[in-house]
Protein backbone atom coordinates (compact mmCIF):
# COMPACT_ATOMS: atom_id res chain seq x y z
CA UNK A 1 0.00 0.00 0.00
CA UNK A 2 3.09 1.97 0.88
CA UNK A 3 4.65 1.68 -2.24
CA UNK A 4 1.31 3.00 -4.66
CA UNK A 5 1.91 6.62 -3.71
CA UNK A 6 5.04 6.23 -6.28
CA UNK A 7 2.94 5.35 -8.79
CA UNK A 8 1.88 8.95 -10.35
CA UNK A 9 5.52 9.27 -12.37
CA UNK A 10 5.37 12.92 -11.32
CA UNK A 11 5.28 12.64 -7.87
CA UNK A 12 7.91 9.65 -7.89
CA UNK A 13 9.85 11.70 -9.62
CA UNK A 14 9.89 14.80 -7.54
CA UNK A 15 10.42 12.33 -3.98
CA UNK A 16 13.66 10.89 -5.76
CA UNK A 17 14.88 14.74 -6.64
CA UNK A 18 14.55 15.54 -3.23
CA UNK A 19 16.09 12.30 -2.07
CA UNK A 20 13.68 10.27 -0.94
CA UNK A 21 15.58 6.58 -0.93
CA UNK A 22 12.05 4.55 -0.90
CA UNK A 23 11.53 6.81 -3.87
CA UNK A 24 14.71 5.67 -5.41
CA UNK A 25 14.20 1.66 -5.27
CA UNK A 26 10.70 2.10 -6.24
CA UNK A 27 11.57 3.88 -9.38
CA UNK A 28 15.27 1.03 -9.71
CA UNK A 29 12.35 -1.77 -9.66
CA UNK A 30 9.78 -0.43 -12.07
CA UNK A 31 12.50 0.96 -14.87
CA UNK A 32 14.97 -1.38 -14.58
CA UNK A 33 13.41 -3.39 -17.58
CA UNK A 34 12.91 -0.36 -19.71
CA UNK A 35 16.79 0.80 -19.45
CA UNK A 36 17.75 -2.63 -19.93
CA UNK A 37 15.70 -2.72 -23.23
CA UNK A 38 16.42 0.51 -24.00
CA UNK A 39 20.32 0.08 -24.08
CA UNK A 40 19.89 -3.27 -26.19
CA UNK A 41 17.85 -1.60 -28.71
CA UNK A 42 20.18 1.37 -28.92
CA UNK A 43 23.05 -0.58 -29.14
CA UNK A 44 21.70 -2.98 -31.76
CA UNK A 45 21.00 -0.14 -33.88
CA UNK A 46 24.79 0.25 -34.40
CA UNK A 47 25.44 -2.84 -35.03
CA UNK A 48 26.28 -3.89 -31.51
CA UNK A 49 24.54 -6.74 -29.42
CA UNK A 50 25.62 -6.47 -26.12
CA UNK A 51 26.35 -9.32 -23.59
CA UNK A 52 24.81 -9.68 -20.10
CA UNK A 53 27.55 -8.27 -18.46
CA UNK A 54 27.62 -5.14 -20.45
CA UNK A 55 23.72 -4.24 -20.44
CA UNK A 56 24.38 -4.71 -16.07
CA UNK A 57 27.19 -2.08 -15.99
CA UNK A 58 25.70 0.21 -18.06
CA UNK A 59 22.59 0.27 -16.20
CA UNK A 60 24.95 1.13 -13.22
CA UNK A 61 26.27 4.09 -15.27
CA UNK A 62 22.41 4.92 -15.69
CA UNK A 63 21.17 4.53 -12.32
CA UNK A 64 24.32 6.54 -11.06
CA UNK A 65 23.92 9.69 -13.71
CA UNK A 66 20.23 9.76 -12.49
CA UNK A 67 20.68 9.61 -8.60
CA UNK A 68 24.08 10.81 -8.46
CA UNK A 69 24.18 13.16 -11.09
CA UNK A 70 20.95 14.13 -10.25
CA UNK A 71 20.00 13.89 -14.18
CA UNK A 72 16.95 13.21 -12.63
CA UNK A 73 15.61 16.81 -12.53
CA UNK A 74 16.37 17.47 -15.92
CA UNK A 75 12.63 15.65 -16.24
CA UNK A 76 10.35 18.19 -18.15
CA UNK A 77 7.41 16.74 -18.56
CA UNK A 78 6.39 13.96 -16.34
CA UNK A 79 3.93 12.16 -18.76
CA UNK A 80 6.94 11.24 -21.16
CA UNK A 81 9.25 9.71 -18.46
CA UNK A 82 9.37 6.67 -20.19
CA UNK A 83 10.49 8.49 -23.36
CA UNK A 84 13.30 10.18 -22.00
CA UNK A 85 14.50 7.65 -19.80
CA UNK A 86 14.87 5.16 -22.98
CA UNK A 87 16.50 8.16 -24.89
CA UNK A 88 18.94 9.25 -21.86
CA UNK A 89 19.83 5.33 -21.67
CA UNK A 90 20.37 4.61 -25.06
CA UNK A 91 23.13 7.69 -25.41
CA UNK A 92 24.73 6.58 -22.32
CA UNK A 93 25.03 3.63 -23.92
CA UNK A 94 26.12 5.53 -26.87
CA UNK A 95 29.15 6.74 -25.07
CA UNK A 96 29.86 3.31 -23.24
CA UNK A 97 30.20 2.11 -27.15
CA UNK A 98 32.47 5.11 -27.58
CA UNK A 99 35.06 4.87 -24.62
CA UNK A 100 35.47 1.00 -25.49
CA UNK A 101 36.13 1.69 -29.45
CA UNK A 102 37.33 4.15 -31.46
CA UNK A 103 34.84 6.97 -31.74
CA UNK A 104 35.01 6.64 -35.72
CA UNK A 105 33.56 3.28 -35.06
CA UNK A 106 30.45 4.13 -33.70
CA UNK A 107 28.36 5.13 -36.12
CA UNK A 108 24.36 4.19 -36.87
CA UNK A 109 23.87 1.23 -38.93
CA UNK A 110 23.71 2.74 -42.71
CA UNK A 111 22.09 1.47 -45.39
CA UNK A 112 25.01 0.02 -47.20
CA UNK A 113 25.13 -2.12 -43.98
CA UNK A 114 21.81 -3.64 -44.76
CA UNK A 115 21.42 -3.39 -48.00
CA UNK A 116 20.96 -7.13 -48.41
CA UNK A 117 19.06 -7.86 -45.55
CA UNK A 118 15.80 -5.22 -47.67
CA UNK A 119 13.42 -6.46 -49.63
CA UNK A 120 14.62 -3.27 -52.42
CA UNK A 121 13.21 -5.55 -55.74
CA UNK A 122 10.24 -3.22 -56.40
CA UNK A 123 13.13 -0.45 -56.45
CA UNK A 124 15.84 -1.57 -58.86
CA UNK A 125 15.60 -1.41 -62.12
CA UNK A 126 14.83 -4.65 -64.20
CA UNK A 127 17.96 -4.42 -66.28
CA UNK A 128 19.81 -4.34 -62.70
CA UNK A 129 23.29 -6.03 -63.03
CA UNK A 130 24.09 -9.53 -61.25
CA UNK A 131 23.26 -8.50 -57.81
CA UNK A 132 25.71 -10.80 -56.82
CA UNK A 133 28.42 -9.10 -57.32
CA UNK A 134 30.07 -7.00 -54.48
CA UNK A 135 31.03 -3.92 -56.32
CA UNK A 136 27.74 -3.59 -57.86
CA UNK A 137 25.93 -3.83 -54.70
CA UNK A 138 28.39 -1.14 -52.37
CA UNK A 139 27.76 1.30 -55.84
CA UNK A 140 24.03 0.50 -55.82
CA UNK A 141 23.51 1.01 -51.75
CA UNK A 142 26.09 4.31 -52.21
CA UNK A 143 23.30 5.75 -55.60
CA UNK A 144 20.45 4.10 -52.45
CA UNK A 145 21.98 6.25 -49.69
CA UNK A 146 22.01 9.80 -52.12
CA UNK A 147 18.89 9.03 -53.46
CA UNK A 148 17.29 8.97 -50.48
CA UNK A 149 19.31 12.31 -49.20
CA UNK A 150 17.36 14.18 -51.77
CA UNK A 151 13.80 13.37 -51.07
CA UNK A 152 11.84 16.56 -48.92
CA UNK A 153 12.10 15.49 -45.36
CA UNK A 154 8.87 14.29 -44.23
CA UNK A 155 9.29 11.32 -47.22
CA UNK A 156 13.47 10.96 -46.24
CA UNK A 157 12.14 10.32 -42.19
CA UNK A 158 9.39 7.88 -43.64
CA UNK A 159 11.45 5.69 -46.35
CA UNK A 160 14.54 5.66 -43.65
CA UNK A 161 11.86 4.26 -41.06
CA UNK A 162 10.64 1.99 -43.23
CA UNK A 163 13.97 0.80 -45.06
CA UNK A 164 16.48 1.59 -42.23
CA UNK A 165 14.52 0.63 -38.99
CA UNK A 166 12.02 -1.88 -40.54
CA UNK A 167 8.95 0.06 -39.43
CA UNK A 168 5.32 -0.58 -40.42
CA UNK A 169 3.31 2.50 -42.31
CA UNK A 170 1.13 1.92 -38.84
CA UNK A 171 4.47 2.53 -36.56
CA UNK A 172 5.70 5.29 -39.00
CA UNK A 173 2.22 6.75 -38.56
CA UNK A 174 2.64 6.81 -35.01
CA UNK A 175 6.45 7.70 -34.62
CA UNK A 176 5.73 10.94 -37.11
CA UNK A 177 2.23 11.94 -35.29
CA UNK A 178 0.91 11.87 -39.03
CA UNK A 179 -2.25 9.98 -39.83
CA UNK A 180 -1.83 6.33 -41.23
CA UNK A 181 -2.91 6.98 -44.44
CA UNK A 182 -0.26 10.11 -44.92
CA UNK A 183 2.62 8.14 -43.58
CA UNK A 184 0.90 5.67 -47.02
CA UNK A 185 1.67 8.01 -49.28
CA UNK A 186 5.25 9.08 -47.88
CA UNK A 187 6.72 5.85 -48.20
CA UNK A 188 4.84 5.02 -51.53
CA UNK A 189 6.11 8.37 -52.78
CA UNK A 190 9.35 8.21 -51.73
CA UNK A 191 9.55 4.75 -53.10
CA UNK A 192 8.55 5.59 -56.73
CA UNK A 193 10.98 8.21 -56.62
CA UNK A 194 13.64 6.51 -55.71
CA UNK A 195 13.15 3.73 -57.98
CA UNK A 196 12.89 6.80 -61.02
CA UNK A 197 16.48 7.64 -59.44
CA UNK A 198 18.16 4.84 -59.67
CA UNK A 199 16.60 3.81 -63.32
CA UNK A 200 18.52 7.20 -64.23
CA UNK A 201 21.64 6.85 -62.44
CA UNK A 202 22.40 3.63 -64.39
CA UNK B 1 25.81 13.94 -26.65
CA UNK B 2 27.02 14.44 -30.29
CA UNK B 3 27.89 18.15 -29.68
CA UNK B 4 28.87 19.25 -33.54
CA UNK B 5 25.63 21.08 -35.05
CA UNK B 6 24.32 19.85 -38.37
CA UNK B 7 23.33 21.18 -41.34
CA UNK B 8 19.50 20.58 -39.99
CA UNK B 9 19.75 22.76 -37.02
CA UNK B 10 20.66 21.66 -33.25
CA UNK B 11 20.28 18.36 -32.55
CA UNK B 12 16.71 18.10 -30.19
CA UNK B 13 17.16 17.93 -26.77
CA UNK B 14 16.49 14.89 -24.49
CA UNK B 15 13.38 16.22 -23.51
CA UNK B 16 12.52 17.92 -26.86
CA UNK B 17 12.38 13.61 -28.41
CA UNK B 18 10.85 12.47 -26.03
CA UNK B 19 7.81 14.59 -25.77
CA UNK B 20 8.23 14.74 -29.41
CA UNK B 21 7.59 10.47 -28.92
CA UNK B 22 4.57 11.44 -26.24
CA UNK B 23 3.43 13.94 -29.38
CA UNK B 24 3.34 16.11 -26.45
CA UNK B 25 5.22 19.54 -28.41
CA UNK B 26 3.59 22.09 -30.21
CA UNK B 27 3.17 21.81 -34.29
CA UNK B 28 6.21 24.15 -35.34
CA UNK B 29 8.23 22.20 -32.60
CA UNK B 30 7.04 18.40 -33.50
CA UNK B 31 7.53 19.86 -37.39
CA UNK B 32 11.20 21.11 -36.24
CA UNK B 33 12.47 17.57 -34.62
CA UNK B 34 10.65 15.86 -37.53
CA UNK B 35 12.97 17.86 -40.30
CA UNK B 36 15.58 17.01 -37.93
CA UNK B 37 15.88 13.89 -37.80
CA UNK B 38 15.20 13.05 -41.46
CA UNK B 39 18.73 14.32 -41.49
CA UNK B 40 20.69 13.00 -38.50
CA UNK B 41 20.71 9.56 -38.14
CA UNK B 42 21.93 9.85 -34.67
CA UNK B 43 18.57 11.48 -33.49
CA UNK B 44 16.47 9.14 -35.88
CA UNK B 45 18.49 6.11 -33.96
CA UNK B 46 17.49 7.53 -30.45
CA UNK B 47 13.74 8.07 -31.35
CA UNK B 48 13.56 4.62 -33.20
CA UNK B 49 15.01 2.86 -30.36
CA UNK B 50 12.73 4.08 -28.02
CA UNK B 51 10.16 4.03 -29.83
CA UNK B 52 10.65 0.30 -30.16
CA UNK B 53 11.31 0.08 -26.01
CA UNK B 54 9.11 2.34 -24.61
CA UNK B 55 6.74 2.84 -27.19
CA UNK B 56 2.95 1.61 -27.18
CA UNK B 57 2.74 -1.90 -27.07
CA UNK B 58 1.54 -3.94 -30.36
CA UNK B 59 -2.20 -4.60 -30.29
CA UNK B 60 -2.98 -6.73 -33.65
CA UNK B 61 -1.19 -9.47 -34.99
CA UNK B 62 0.00 -10.68 -31.96
CA UNK B 63 -0.77 -13.87 -32.53
CA UNK B 64 0.88 -14.14 -35.88
CA UNK B 65 3.95 -12.83 -34.68
CA UNK B 66 3.65 -15.56 -31.42
CA UNK B 67 3.27 -18.31 -34.35
CA UNK B 68 6.10 -16.46 -36.44
CA UNK B 69 8.23 -16.41 -33.81
CA UNK B 70 8.11 -19.84 -32.73
CA UNK B 71 8.87 -20.84 -36.65
CA UNK B 72 12.04 -19.14 -36.99
CA UNK B 73 13.46 -20.30 -33.52
CA UNK B 74 12.83 -23.94 -34.62
CA UNK B 75 13.03 -25.16 -38.58
CA UNK B 76 10.54 -26.57 -40.04
CA UNK B 77 12.58 -28.49 -42.17
CA UNK B 78 13.73 -30.39 -38.69
CA UNK B 79 10.42 -31.33 -37.21
CA UNK B 80 8.66 -32.35 -40.21
CA UNK B 81 11.68 -34.91 -40.23
CA UNK B 82 11.48 -35.81 -36.53
CA UNK B 83 7.70 -36.34 -37.24
CA UNK B 84 8.23 -38.55 -40.28
CA UNK B 85 11.11 -40.17 -38.61
CA UNK B 86 8.23 -41.04 -35.55
CA UNK B 87 5.72 -42.17 -38.14
CA UNK B 88 7.59 -44.62 -39.83
CA UNK B 89 7.72 -47.16 -36.52
CA UNK B 90 4.27 -45.98 -36.04
CA UNK B 91 3.18 -47.17 -39.91
CA UNK B 92 4.73 -50.21 -40.66
CA UNK B 93 3.70 -50.61 -43.63
CA UNK B 94 5.30 -47.34 -45.20
CA UNK B 95 8.23 -47.94 -43.35
CA UNK B 96 11.07 -47.24 -45.62
CA UNK B 97 9.10 -44.43 -47.55
CA UNK B 98 9.26 -42.43 -44.53
CA UNK B 99 12.75 -43.41 -43.46
CA UNK B 100 13.75 -41.98 -47.11
CA UNK B 101 11.74 -39.03 -46.13
CA UNK B 102 12.93 -38.13 -42.62
CA UNK B 103 16.39 -38.59 -45.10
CA UNK B 104 15.82 -36.02 -47.34
CA UNK B 105 14.36 -33.73 -44.89
CA UNK B 106 17.18 -34.04 -43.11
CA UNK B 107 19.78 -32.87 -45.73
CA UNK B 108 17.05 -30.08 -46.56
CA UNK B 109 17.38 -28.88 -42.86
CA UNK B 110 21.20 -29.06 -42.86
CA UNK B 111 21.35 -27.38 -46.16
CA UNK B 112 19.27 -24.21 -45.23
CA UNK B 113 20.95 -23.58 -42.04
CA UNK B 114 22.64 -20.17 -41.60
CA UNK B 115 25.94 -21.81 -41.05
CA UNK B 116 26.01 -24.15 -44.55
CA UNK B 117 24.65 -21.12 -46.40
CA UNK B 118 27.54 -19.10 -45.46
CA UNK B 119 30.28 -21.69 -46.50
CA UNK B 120 28.85 -21.92 -49.70
CA UNK B 121 28.89 -18.49 -50.02
CA UNK B 122 32.32 -18.37 -48.47
CA UNK B 123 32.91 -21.03 -51.52
CA UNK B 124 31.21 -19.03 -54.31
CA UNK B 125 32.94 -16.32 -53.86
CA UNK B 126 36.43 -17.65 -53.40
CA UNK B 127 35.66 -19.82 -56.89
CA UNK B 128 34.87 -16.96 -58.79
CA UNK B 129 36.81 -13.86 -57.61
CA UNK B 130 40.20 -15.57 -55.39
CA UNK B 131 40.73 -14.65 -52.15
CA UNK B 132 39.70 -11.53 -51.95
CA UNK B 133 36.69 -11.97 -52.82
CA UNK B 134 36.15 -14.28 -50.19
CA UNK B 135 37.60 -12.07 -47.59
CA UNK B 136 35.34 -9.40 -48.60
CA UNK B 137 32.42 -11.77 -48.08
CA UNK B 138 33.63 -12.82 -44.57
CA UNK B 139 33.61 -9.01 -43.44
CA UNK B 140 30.41 -8.68 -44.81
CA UNK B 141 28.91 -11.53 -42.84
CA UNK B 142 30.71 -10.34 -39.63
CA UNK B 143 29.46 -6.88 -40.24
CA UNK B 144 25.65 -8.08 -39.48
CA UNK B 145 26.37 -11.07 -37.80
CA UNK B 146 26.39 -10.17 -33.87
CA UNK B 147 29.29 -7.86 -33.48
CA UNK B 148 29.74 -8.44 -29.54
CA UNK B 149 31.87 -6.29 -27.76
Same mark, same amino acid.
Given at each position: ??????????????????????????????????????????????? &????????? #? +????? $? =???? !? %??????????????????????????? &????????? #? +????? $? =???? !? %?????????????????????????????????????????????????????????????????????????????????????? | ?????????????????????????????????????????????????????????????????????????????????????????????????????????????????????????????????????????????????????
Amino acid at each position: MEKCRFEDDSFLIRSCVERDESAWDFFIKKYSGLMLSSIACRMRKYG &FYPQADDLQ #E +IRQQI $L =SVLW !E %GGKLSEVKNPSSLKYWLSVVSGNIAVE &FLRKRRRAH #E +IAPVS $L =SDIV !E %GIDMSDLLPSTAADPAREADRTALSEKLEDAIESLPPNEKLAIKLNLLHGKKHEEIACIMAIPRATATSHVRRARLKLKKLLRDYR | MVPKIEKNGRHPTDNELADFLAKSLSGPEMARVRAHISGCDHCLAAVAAAYESAGPAERKGSFKKWIGNIMKKMNLYLIMAAISFILSFLVGRYFIQLLVATLLLGIKWVVDSKTTKMLVMIYEAWKSGGEREASMVLRRMERRDRITL
